[in-house]
């Protein structure tokens, strides 16, 4: 049934707390609704678990199922930013911080929730770019020179330190 159905729009309600999914049923061609309240979500709440409550609830998870992870974990910091008192413009500018992919950022300091959500956003680019076998651009065994850079010397492993054992 998964497959015959597609997300058109996908938000969040605050009021009570719940994800709110517009999609197409392209068995029948309607256009339907879907509201998934998030029980017992409050500002203390772990993304990670409530992700989970989600994924194995069996009246949500074909739907959840169909959103990316990286999606559904920026919807419930949305949430999650708003219970803690960010307004909501606020709560999108850090979000959309935190999905910039920074080659300078030292991800050994920063907290967990977002370690997670930066290794998500890494494995939806790593999938795009990759090319499996079957696919058209695919070659097997490709072999690549690289330019010759000097070598750069150090003192640790001259050859003229070395001890005898």
């Given at each position: 049934m998964a497959d015959t159905l597609q997300i058109l729009k996908c938000g969040v309600r605050f009021d009570p707390p719940a994800l709110v999914l517009n999609y197409k049923d392209r068995k029948t061609g309607k256009l339907r609704s879907r509201s998934m309240p998030l029980r017992n979500f409050n500002k203390n709440s772990g993304i990670d678990r409530i992700m989970q409550e989600l994924e194995s609830n069996p009246r949500h998870s074909k739907f959840i199922r169909l959103m990316s992870p990286a999606q559904l974990q920026r919807l419930l910091t949305i949430v999650k930013?708003?219970?803690?008192?960010?307004?909501?413009?606020?709560?999108?500018?850090?979000?959309?911080?935190?999905?910039?992919i920074n080659p300078d950022e030292n991800l050994n300091k920063v907290d967990p929730e977002i370690l997670q959500r930066k290794k998500l956003l890494m494995d939806s680019s790593f999938e795009k770019k990759r090319i499996k076998p079957g696919d058209p651009q695919f070659e097997y065994n490709v072999e690549v020179d690289f330019d010759e850079v000097a070598i750069e010397t150090s003192n640790w492993d001259s050859d003229n330190s070395e001890i005898d054992f």
């Open positions: 930013d708003k219970l803690n008192g960010l307004s909501l413009e606020a709560s999108i500018a850090r979000n959309n911080l935190m999905d910039q």
